[in-house]
């Protein structure tokens, strides 16, 4: 729930800032024919809408690790089913910035073999099942003939 409820402000304010600087730049420079209410408005459904998103997006994210891999399934408007080999993964990353220590939280970065961007995170994890499964993968790994 804490990572769904970070990932609802963070949504909440992307969603300002870009409806705000969108309605509120040419309404101050140009004098749009609005009143300060409706624009107010606007970016408060805006707001309400963005963090709504961002719930729902955090909490329809699964993930699975089994004795062949890991699998992340994000079900939102758009399914994105994603398998990665254990064959496949490079490095193991954990990664926790000042708000994601603050609430308790992690993300695990899987690097796997491919071009420089080929990496699966799982954000909002949290931090002792973050290690847990960093920990799991990586000896998994180990075990495995078969990974690089």
Known sequence: ????????MGSA????????GVLGVPW???KLPLP???VVAIVAVAVLLGAGFGFRR?????WRLDAQGLGVRRDLMWQLDTRVPLSRVQHLDLRRGPIERA?????LVVHTAGSRFSAVSL?????????????TLGRQLDQDDDAL
């Open 13 to 20: 304010v992307t969603a300002l800032v870009v409806v705000g």
């Open 123 to 135: 954000s909002g994890l949290d931090h002792a099942d973050a290690e847990h499964l960093r920990d």
């Open 103 to 107: 609430a308790g939280l992690a993300t």
């Open 1 to 8: 729930m804490r990572a769904a409820s970070m990932a609802a």
């Open 28 to 30: 101050v420079l140009v």
């Open 36 to 38: 300060g209410w409706a």
């Open 58 to 62: 955090q909490r329809r994210t699964w």
